[in-house]
């Protein structure tokens, strides 16, 4: 069984910035990537950032420029660095990880806000 740990969400004012961090443990075989994705009130859940352990990353195109993903695979960590965050960047923020063997786990969400 695999535990996601997410610490760093909470109340910035627009043009602010957050780190969120999520950290790993358990029963972890091979990780193949973690990301972030965050979902906001009647919408999906959709990928914010997404880094593989080879150290390839993808962003959603709302986040480009503003957004930044890194990891420590030793530590089976990822990090989130949101800067220019907008209200419309208000959401949970779900911490994701993805197996080498196709298993997915979830964290139990960080809520960001974004709110003058």
């Known amino acids: 069984q695999v535990q996601l740990v997410e610490s760093g969400g909470g109340l910035v004012q627009p043009g602010g910035s957050l780190r969120l961090s999520c950290a790993a443990s358990?029963?972890?075989?091979?990780?193949?990537?973690m990301g972030w994705y965050r979902q906001a009130p009647g919408n999906q859940r959709e990928l914010v950032a997404r880094?593989?352990?080879?150290?390839?990353?993808n962003y959603a195109d709302s986040v480009k420029g503003r957004f930044t993903i890194s990891g420590d695979n030793a530590k089976n960590t990822v990090y989130l660095q949101m800067n220019s965050l907008a209200p419309e960047d208000t959401a949970v923020y779900y911490c994701?990880?993805?197996?080498?063997?196709?298993?997915?786990?979830w964290g139990q969400g960080t809520q960001v806000t974004v709110s003058s």
């Open positions: 994701n990880i993805e197996t080498v063997v196709g298993g997915i786990s």
């Open positions: 358990g029963s972890i075989f091979r990780i193949y990537a």
């Open positions: 880094r593989t352990s080879g150290g390839s990353t």
